[in-house]
């Protein structure tokens, strides 16, 4: 019943922070109203499920529930593409100019510079005692694809060259030092 409630509150959450990210009126309110129920779901899972455990799966679950959110409006779509997207929408960011080396040094840290530091950053979190070995192992090893989707995005959305050159390996150094100092 708790995990049910839950999931429950995740999906009212997350219809919540879509109402404040459409700039609709009481965007502050929508914003508030969200996070707090996606709090109070993480409380409610876990206190179904224990708190490792449901801390885990409370992340776990709003992830599929968001995706099925975001999926719901193209089941009945008859068209799917640009052409549904409004005319506000359709304004594309300028890319950031550059030379083929700049793109390649962009690619280099979207791919291997950034696998490695969410490598060094989901062995940190999987490898340290703050949890039982299953939900380390568990929560580690679902972090580094968000970690690294995030490093790609900041390696070709930043027009700061060199922060998109030191950045993973900043974070690659501090996980290291982490690993070893924690």
Not at 15 to 22: D, T
Not at 149 to 175: F, K
């Amino acid at each position: 019943m708790w995990i049910i409630g839950g999931i429950a509150a995740q999906s009212i959450s997350i219809w919540s922070l879509r109402n404040a990210n459409r700039g609709e009126a009481n965007r502050l309110l929508w914003l508030a109203v969200g996070l707090i129920l996606f709090v109070s779901s993480i409380w409610l899972i876990s206190t179904g499920l224990g708190f490792e455990l449901g801390l885990t799966w409370a992340l776990t679950t709003i992830s599929i529930v968001a995706y099925g959110l975001i999926l719901f409006p193209f089941l009945g779509a008859k068209e799917v593409g640009h052409q549904r997207v409004p005319r506000r929408l359709k304004k594309m960011p300028i890319p950031p100019s550059g030379s083929k080396a700049r793109l390649a040094l962009r690619l280099f840290s979207a791919g291997p510079l950034y696998l490695i530091a969410s490598l060094g950053l989901g062995l940190m979190i999987a490898t340290k005692p703050w949890a039982v070995e299953i939900t380390r192992l568990f929560t580690g090893g679902l972090l580094i694809p968000l970690f690294w989707s995030l490093g790609a995005l900041h390696a070709t959305v930043d027009s700061n060259l060199w922060r998109v050159a030191y950045m993973p390996i900043l974070i690659t150094a501090v996980s290291a030092a982490g690993y070893v100092l924690l």
